[in-house]
């Protein structure tokens, strides 16, 4: 409750002046006492009411309660309104409100907070509006914060009014409070609203000055707050600082956020002071990154330790990390154990890991359920992962909506697997929308079959005459190279191919090298033939006989056909039954033809 009234004191009135410059000692206050106590001695009232004050302040409730009596009677209404601070102090709160009544009908701001408080702690709402309107209305800081905390608790638009006036008049919970309220009007939801959140959102220019003035003021949660938006915006110098001020007044999600800035400074050893520092008193996500810490470095019981401080501090994400942690060294009923305890708070990445850990045990019906609570409660994997599941009983069409909704929260996969079902069903354009978003992402199996929708559609490359310009490359071949330089063998062979008919031979022996290599048939049989062209039929062969032992038909012909040039016959019949058997129909045709002759030609 207010100490002291509103109005002018004998301090104010210049009776008695007050000293230019106070020692440190405290003696310019006992003169300050002293002047008081004649003053109310020779009968002064507002010097009895001021020295009443005085020793309410101080704790002194026998000395200040006849002086303020004394006063009170006289019609000082001050002196009224810390009468009843004094007769709440001592617990006869009813005989409190009566004098605060008296005091607030004097025209007391103070009194008049007072008085609205007693009655909305007791229940009597439309009482307190009243009184704290009274106060807010004469422009008291407290009355117009307090007037705001009950319009805000109606529902009431009011509320900002009154919460923007306690704050303008230097309220800092009141200019916190103001700064949350425009956030949430900024961004249309509260999704940050509660007082856990320290990744806020960038908030709005006027929310940051609020803010800003709250922290200034010694706001613990406005300089965590404004650090996070400072943070956000690039300015981490700044906000280190908002953060330190902060932990050091010791908001612990302050220290939390210090120590994930620091350790994104590289500077691992200080971010681990202030998550220790964070995690002592109580904050789950700094126990859970002083896990990470030591997982990272291997030590693994105490990185357990700190996942199970996470949990106990109410941190689910310290059971979903105990559960990586057991899965990593293959305790998968621990692990199980773990993911479950999560997955049952609402971890959804929780239930997705349980998910994924029952289907890789055999339990696909197990499996199921979680993968949908996961995925209804926005988990990207598990919606793909629900796709692959139905995918691969055979519902493609139970599938295809998971896929898209994965999809359209950016999961690479999920895109490529609506593009390939959307060229199934013939739609080109959706299929090729889906596939750029997957080969953007980084999809080498997207970008080949984007390539070649795009490929598709070329214009058959015109007969060049000499002397024409250079070939330029087009979009499908960008993305032909994209997905070969990913190591996609298919696409390798395709550039390999392009290159060639350009008359690019060292490009295209590149390229079908590299498929070749990676165990491409068809990258093994085209590298045979331009090797032969150039002359190098024996190397040739060697790349035809890798293409044919993976199951190349024409390449084993074409085996075959070397054999016989050399008169080996016996080894280019047997090729030659490998062509046979390998087709396709075409090549079966000419090989058994050329089996026919070998085989006369040795029992000839």
């Known amino acids: 409750m207010d100490v002291m009234g509103d109005k002018a004191t004998l301090l104010d009135t210049g009776r008695f002046v007050q000293p230019s410059d106070r020692d440190e000692t405290g003696d310019g206050e006992a003169v300050d006492e002293a002047r008081t106590r004649l003053a109310a001695q020779a009968g002064d009232v507002e010097a009895t009411s001021v020295l009443g004050a005085m020793l309410l302040r101080r704790g002194d409730l026998d000395g200040a309660e006849p002086l303020l009596r004394a006063a009170t009677a006289e019609g000082d209404r001050a002196a009224a309104n810390n009468l009843g601070v004094l007769l709440h102090q001592r617990g006869y709160t009813d005989d409190a409100a009566g004098w605060w009544r008296i005091a607030a009908v004097a025209g007391s701001a103070a009194a008049a907070h007072a008085l609205g408080r007693y009655h909305r702690e007791r229940g009597d709402e439309p009482a307190a509006e009243y009184w704290l309107r009274q106060s807010a209305e004469q422009g008291h800081a407290l009355g117009a914060y307090a007037l705001a905390d009950l319009l805000e608790h109606r529902g009431d638009a009011a509320a900002e009014q009154w919460m923007r006036s306690a704050a303008e008049r230097g309220h800092r919970e009141a200019a916190y409070r103001l700064a949350r309220a425009l956030d949430r009007q900024t961004h249309h939801e509260d999704e940050y609203g509660s007082d856990n959140a320290v990744d806020a959102p960038p908030a709005g220019g006027e929310a940051e000055q609020w803010y800003r003035q709250a922290a200034a003021r010694g706001h613990q949660r406005a300089a965590l707050q404004l650090g996070a938006i400072l943070e956000r915006r690039g300015e981490l110098k700044e ?51 002083l896990g990470a ?51 049952y708070a609402g971890h959804r990445e929780a239930a997705n890991a349980l998910a994924v850990l029952l289907l890789q045990g055999g339990d696909a019906t197990g499996a199921e359920p979680w993968f949908s609570k996961a995925a209804e409660a926005g988990s990207v994997d598990a919606a793909f992962n629900l796709g692959i599941l139905f995918a691969g009983r055979g519902e493609e069409g139970v599938a295809l909506p998971w896929y898209e909704r994965a999809a359209a929260a950016g999961h690479t996969e999920a895109a490529l697997q609506v593009g390939i079902a959307r060229l199934r069903d013939g739609d080109e354009r959706e299929a090729e929308r889906h596939l750029r978003c997957a080969a953007g992402g980084g999809s080498a199996e997207a970008a080949y079959r984007l390539a070649s929708v795009l490929d598709s559609r070329r214009p058959p490359a015109p007969a060049h005459e000499l002397g024409e310009q250079v070939h330029e490359k087009t979009e499908c071949e960008e993305w032909y190279e994209r997905a070969a330089s990913q190591g996609h063998r298919r696409a390798q062979v395709r550039v390999g191919m392009l290159a060639a008919a350009r008359g690019d031979v060292v490009e295209a022996a590149r390229w079908y090298r590299s498929a070749a290599e990676a165990g491409s048939r068809n990258g093994a049989f085209n590298l045979g033939l331009l090797l032969a062209r150039e002359g190098s039929e024996p190397e040739a062969a060697v790349w035809w006989a890798r293409a044919a032992d993976a199951g190349h038909g024409r390449a084993a012909l074409r085996l075959a056909l070397v054999y016989a040039r050399r008169g080996e016959l016996a080894e280019g019949q047997r090729w030659a039954d490998r062509a046979v058997t390998l087709g396709p129909g075409e090549v079966s045709e000419r090989a058994a033809r050329l089996r026919d002759a070998l085989r006369q030609e040795l029992t000839a």
Do not use: I
């Open 239 to 289: 906000a280190g600082r908002w953060y330190l001020t902060s932990a050091k007044d010791g908001e612990a999600r302050a220290a939390c956020a210090l120590g994930f800035l620091l350790r994104d400074a590289g500077d691992t050893e200080s971010a681990a002071v202030w998550w220790l520092r964070a995690a002592q008193d109580g904050d789950g996500n700094a126990a859970n990154a």
């Open 293 to 343: 810490l030591h997982a990272e470095r291997g030590e693994t019981q105490t990185a357990e330790r700190w996942y199970r401080a996470a949990m106990d501090a109410g941190d689910v994400n310290g059971a979903y990390n105990l559960g990586l942690l057991c899965a990593e060294q293959a305790r998968t009923a621990q692990a199980e154990q773990w993911y479950r305890r999560a997955a």
